[in-house]
Protein backbone atom coordinates (compact mmCIF):
# COMPACT_ATOMS: atom_id res chain seq x y z
CA UNK A 1 0.00 0.00 0.00
CA UNK A 2 1.18 3.54 -1.11
CA UNK A 3 1.61 5.90 2.06
CA UNK A 4 1.89 9.52 1.29
CA UNK A 5 4.57 12.00 2.94
CA UNK A 6 3.26 15.11 3.66
CA UNK A 7 4.98 18.21 1.46
CA UNK A 8 7.53 18.84 3.95
CA UNK A 9 9.22 15.96 5.74
CA UNK A 10 8.52 15.40 9.44
CA UNK A 11 11.81 15.04 11.59
CA UNK A 12 13.67 13.03 12.85
CA UNK A 13 13.70 11.83 9.00
CA UNK A 14 13.46 15.22 7.41
CA UNK A 15 16.59 16.40 9.46
CA UNK A 16 18.63 13.72 7.74
CA UNK A 17 18.30 15.35 4.16
CA UNK A 18 20.18 18.60 4.46
CA UNK A 19 21.78 21.07 1.15
CA UNK A 20 24.21 19.18 -0.56
CA UNK A 21 27.40 21.13 -1.01
CA UNK A 22 29.42 19.59 -2.94
CA UNK A 23 29.62 19.73 -6.92
CA UNK A 24 28.75 16.66 -7.24
CA UNK A 25 24.82 17.13 -5.33
CA UNK A 26 23.15 14.59 -7.13
CA UNK A 27 25.42 12.23 -5.50
CA UNK A 28 25.29 13.47 -2.32
CA UNK A 29 21.28 13.54 -2.58
CA UNK A 30 21.21 10.29 -3.87
CA UNK A 31 23.18 8.59 -1.29
CA UNK A 32 20.70 10.42 1.95
CA UNK A 33 17.77 9.20 0.33
CA UNK A 34 19.66 5.86 0.02
CA UNK A 35 20.41 5.86 3.58
CA UNK A 36 17.03 6.52 4.47
CA UNK A 37 15.60 3.64 2.21
CA UNK A 38 18.73 0.54 3.79
CA UNK A 39 17.67 1.97 7.55
CA UNK A 40 14.35 1.16 7.04
CA UNK A 41 13.62 4.32 7.40
CA UNK A 42 11.55 4.90 4.31
CA UNK A 43 9.86 1.59 3.69
CA UNK A 44 8.78 -0.28 0.37
CA UNK A 45 5.78 1.69 -0.40
CA UNK A 46 6.50 4.94 1.01
CA UNK A 47 6.24 8.18 -1.56
CA UNK A 48 8.99 10.46 -1.87
CA UNK A 49 8.26 14.07 -1.38
CA UNK A 50 7.44 16.49 -4.85
CA UNK A 51 10.31 17.21 -6.82
CA UNK A 52 10.06 21.30 -6.00
CA UNK A 53 9.20 19.74 -2.49
CA UNK A 54 12.88 18.42 -2.47
CA UNK A 55 14.35 21.30 -4.63
CA UNK A 56 13.46 23.49 -1.30
CA UNK A 57 14.63 21.26 0.77
CA UNK A 58 17.98 20.59 -0.37
CA UNK A 59 18.38 24.08 -2.04
CA UNK A 60 19.30 22.51 -5.52
CA UNK A 61 18.28 22.97 -8.74
CA UNK A 62 15.37 20.50 -10.82
CA UNK A 63 18.10 18.92 -12.90
CA UNK A 64 20.18 17.73 -9.97
CA UNK A 65 16.95 16.79 -8.04
CA UNK A 66 16.17 14.89 -11.62
CA UNK A 67 19.51 12.99 -11.79
CA UNK A 68 19.61 11.82 -7.99
CA UNK A 69 16.07 10.23 -8.70
CA UNK A 70 17.23 8.61 -11.77
CA UNK A 71 19.94 7.54 -9.82
CA UNK A 72 17.44 6.00 -7.13
CA UNK A 73 15.56 4.64 -9.53
CA UNK A 74 18.48 3.06 -11.65
CA UNK A 75 19.69 1.58 -8.55
CA UNK A 76 16.17 -0.12 -7.94
CA UNK A 77 15.14 1.52 -4.86
CA UNK A 78 12.38 4.00 -6.24
CA UNK A 79 9.73 3.92 -9.28
CA UNK A 80 8.56 7.11 -11.01
CA UNK A 81 5.13 7.51 -11.84
CA UNK A 82 4.51 9.85 -14.74
CA UNK A 83 2.10 12.25 -13.28
CA UNK A 84 2.26 11.80 -9.82
CA UNK A 85 3.44 13.59 -6.73
CA UNK A 86 6.34 11.77 -5.43
CA UNK A 87 8.23 8.69 -6.59
CA UNK A 88 7.38 5.37 -4.51
CA UNK A 89 10.26 3.41 -2.83
CA UNK A 90 10.44 -0.16 -3.85
CA UNK A 91 11.09 -3.26 -2.27
CA UNK A 92 14.95 -3.82 -2.75
CA UNK A 93 15.84 -6.34 -5.27
CA UNK A 94 18.65 -8.55 -6.97
CA UNK A 95 18.05 -7.13 -10.46
CA UNK A 96 20.71 -4.00 -10.16
CA UNK A 97 23.72 -6.71 -8.76
CA UNK A 98 22.50 -9.35 -11.41
CA UNK A 99 22.84 -7.46 -13.97
CA UNK A 100 26.31 -5.42 -12.91
CA UNK A 101 27.64 -8.86 -12.22
CA UNK A 102 26.54 -10.59 -14.95
CA UNK A 103 28.48 -7.90 -17.52
CA UNK A 104 31.57 -8.66 -15.40
CA UNK A 105 31.13 -12.41 -16.29
CA UNK A 106 30.43 -12.03 -20.12
CA UNK A 107 33.15 -9.72 -20.25
CA UNK A 108 35.75 -11.80 -18.37
CA UNK A 109 35.25 -14.54 -20.63
CA UNK A 110 34.46 -17.11 -18.43
CA UNK A 111 35.44 -20.68 -19.86
CA UNK A 112 33.29 -23.63 -19.28
CA UNK A 113 35.95 -24.97 -16.93
CA UNK A 114 35.57 -22.26 -14.97
CA UNK A 115 31.88 -22.68 -14.59
CA UNK A 116 31.72 -25.80 -13.77
CA UNK A 117 33.97 -25.45 -11.13
CA UNK A 118 32.35 -22.98 -9.57
CA UNK A 119 28.50 -24.65 -10.10
CA UNK A 120 29.90 -27.87 -8.57
CA UNK A 121 30.54 -25.80 -5.39
CA UNK A 122 27.62 -23.80 -5.79
CA UNK A 123 24.86 -26.18 -6.82
CA UNK A 124 25.65 -29.23 -4.70
CA UNK A 125 25.49 -27.06 -1.97
CA UNK A 126 22.19 -25.92 -2.73
CA UNK A 127 21.38 -29.72 -3.88
CA UNK A 128 21.54 -30.48 -0.24
CA UNK A 129 20.42 -27.62 1.68
CA UNK A 130 17.33 -28.49 -0.66
CA UNK A 131 16.81 -31.94 0.63
CA UNK A 132 17.19 -30.54 3.81
CA UNK A 133 14.89 -27.42 3.44
CA UNK A 134 12.07 -28.54 0.95
CA UNK A 135 8.31 -28.34 1.75
CA UNK A 136 5.38 -30.05 -0.07
CA UNK A 137 4.84 -27.11 -1.87
CA UNK A 138 8.32 -26.70 -3.41
CA UNK A 139 8.39 -30.62 -4.64
CA UNK A 140 4.94 -29.64 -6.11
CA UNK A 141 6.82 -26.93 -7.85
CA UNK A 142 9.99 -28.91 -9.21
CA UNK A 143 8.06 -32.09 -10.11
CA UNK A 144 5.95 -29.55 -12.22
CA UNK A 145 8.95 -28.04 -13.65
CA UNK A 146 10.57 -31.55 -14.86
CA UNK A 147 6.15 -32.64 -16.20
CA UNK A 148 6.65 -29.45 -18.42
CA UNK A 149 10.49 -30.38 -19.57
CA UNK A 150 9.49 -33.92 -20.54
CA UNK A 151 6.59 -32.70 -22.77
CA UNK A 152 9.38 -30.26 -24.56
CA UNK A 153 11.58 -33.07 -24.94
CA UNK A 154 8.71 -35.02 -26.52
CA UNK A 155 7.91 -32.29 -28.99
CA UNK A 156 11.50 -31.51 -29.79
CA UNK A 157 11.67 -28.06 -28.34
CA UNK A 158 15.00 -28.03 -27.51
CA UNK A 159 15.23 -24.35 -26.98
CA UNK A 160 12.33 -23.98 -24.49
CA UNK A 161 13.89 -27.08 -22.84
CA UNK A 162 16.94 -25.15 -22.20
CA UNK A 163 14.86 -22.51 -20.53
CA UNK A 164 13.24 -24.64 -18.57
CA UNK A 165 16.42 -26.82 -17.32
CA UNK A 166 17.92 -22.84 -16.01
CA UNK A 167 14.29 -22.70 -14.75
CA UNK A 168 14.71 -25.75 -12.69
CA UNK A 169 17.77 -25.13 -10.71
CA UNK A 170 16.81 -21.83 -9.64
CA UNK A 171 13.35 -23.03 -8.14
CA UNK A 172 15.82 -25.88 -6.69
CA UNK A 173 18.02 -22.70 -5.25
CA UNK A 174 15.43 -21.30 -3.67
CA UNK A 175 13.92 -24.32 -1.88
CA UNK A 176 17.26 -24.49 -0.78
CA UNK A 177 16.26 -20.87 1.23
CA UNK A 178 19.57 -19.35 1.18
CA UNK A 179 19.16 -15.46 -0.62
CA UNK A 180 23.02 -15.97 -1.87
CA UNK A 181 23.00 -18.79 -3.49
CA UNK A 182 19.96 -18.60 -5.88
CA UNK A 183 21.25 -15.36 -6.90
CA UNK A 184 24.50 -16.60 -8.01
CA UNK A 185 22.32 -19.45 -9.26
CA UNK A 186 20.41 -17.42 -11.38
CA UNK A 187 23.71 -15.64 -12.43
CA UNK A 188 25.14 -18.99 -13.58
CA UNK A 189 22.10 -20.01 -15.07
CA UNK A 190 22.53 -17.06 -17.06
CA UNK A 191 25.75 -17.56 -17.84
CA UNK A 192 25.25 -20.99 -19.07
CA UNK A 193 22.22 -20.39 -21.63
CA UNK A 194 24.52 -18.87 -24.82
CA UNK A 195 26.72 -21.74 -24.19
CA UNK A 196 23.94 -24.14 -23.94
CA UNK A 197 22.59 -22.67 -26.99
CA UNK A 198 25.28 -22.87 -28.62
CA UNK A 199 26.13 -26.86 -27.48
CA UNK A 200 22.24 -27.67 -29.88
CA UNK A 201 22.87 -25.43 -32.62
CA UNK A 202 26.07 -27.47 -33.69
CA UNK A 203 24.33 -30.63 -32.51
CA UNK A 204 22.09 -32.34 -34.88
CA UNK A 205 18.51 -33.14 -33.68
CA UNK A 206 19.21 -36.72 -32.66
CA UNK A 207 22.23 -35.28 -30.69
CA UNK A 208 20.14 -32.68 -28.89
CA UNK A 209 17.02 -35.49 -28.12
CA UNK A 210 19.54 -37.64 -26.22
CA UNK A 211 21.62 -34.65 -24.37
CA UNK A 212 18.57 -33.24 -23.12
CA UNK A 213 16.81 -37.15 -22.41
CA UNK A 214 20.28 -36.99 -20.10
CA UNK A 215 19.62 -34.02 -18.15
CA UNK A 216 15.53 -34.51 -17.50
CA UNK A 217 16.89 -37.93 -16.11
CA UNK A 218 19.62 -36.29 -13.88
CA UNK A 219 17.38 -33.56 -13.14
CA UNK A 220 14.44 -36.62 -11.56
CA UNK A 221 17.40 -38.25 -9.71
CA UNK A 222 17.96 -35.18 -8.03
CA UNK A 223 14.38 -34.27 -7.66
CA UNK A 224 14.23 -37.99 -5.97
CA UNK A 225 16.41 -37.48 -3.15
CA UNK A 226 15.47 -33.90 -2.32
CA UNK A 227 11.76 -35.69 -2.53
CA UNK A 228 13.41 -38.18 0.30
CA UNK A 229 15.24 -35.65 2.58
CA UNK A 230 18.57 -37.12 1.51
CA UNK A 231 20.73 -34.62 1.57
CA UNK A 232 23.81 -36.44 0.51
CA UNK A 233 21.94 -38.51 -2.56
CA UNK A 234 21.04 -35.03 -4.15
CA UNK A 235 24.58 -33.74 -3.70
CA UNK A 236 26.32 -36.45 -5.40
CA UNK A 237 22.61 -36.58 -8.01
CA UNK A 238 24.24 -32.47 -8.56
CA UNK A 239 27.48 -33.64 -8.58
CA UNK A 240 26.97 -35.93 -11.55
CA UNK A 241 24.68 -33.83 -13.05
CA UNK A 242 27.39 -30.46 -12.91
CA UNK A 243 30.11 -33.09 -14.62
CA UNK A 244 27.94 -34.05 -17.72
CA UNK A 245 27.12 -30.61 -17.67
CA UNK A 246 30.79 -29.66 -18.29
CA UNK A 247 31.49 -32.57 -20.95
CA UNK A 248 28.60 -31.49 -23.11
CA UNK A 249 30.06 -28.08 -23.66
CA UNK A 250 33.32 -28.81 -23.80
CA UNK A 251 32.45 -31.28 -26.71
Avoid at 16 to 33: C, N
Amino acid sequence: MEQNFPETLAAPTAEKLHPAATQRASEVIFEQIQSLILSGELKPGDRLPSERSLMERLQRSRPTIREALRMLEHAGLIRTIPGANGAIVCEPGTDGVEKSLMVMLQTSRVTVAELTEYRMANETAIARWAAARRTEADLERLEALLDVSEKLLRSGNFGAFIEQDAAFHRELARTGQNTVAAIMAELMSRLADPKMRAAIERQSSAENRKMCARILKMHRNILRAVCAGDALAAEEAMASHITAFGCDLED
